[in-house]
């Protein structure tokens, strides 16, 4: 942010501003928002196109978070599990299944 010593608000020196995560043609845009909580009940789902996209969303998700759900097969889709990210927001990953 251009100036941004006289912008920011104490305590936000070291927080996201603008981030912007590139997810084939998705994006997944956020920032650190003054006095926010984690997500608690709120889940972010992302489809993928293929099993081995989900497991590896998956494991880079679960790292330094909670697996709530194992990453396995289900009626509806191939592989599917949820974890919650070291940031504490909620994540259900999927490659799902065709459904008739």
Known sequence: ???????????????VLHGRLDLGDTQLMGADVPGAQPMRSAYLSLSVDSSAEAERIY???????EV?????????????????????????????????
């Open 1 to 15: 942010m251009p100036d941004a010593a006289k912008h920011t608000p104490p305590g936000m020196e070291n927080k």
């Open 68 to 100: 709530l759900m194992k990453m396995e097969e289900t009626f509806f889709a191939y592989r599917f599990g949820q974890v919650r990210d070291k940031f504490g927001t909620l994540w259900m990953i999927l490659h799902q299944k065709a459904m008739g």
């Open 59 to 65: 494991a880079a998700l679960s790292e330094g978070g």
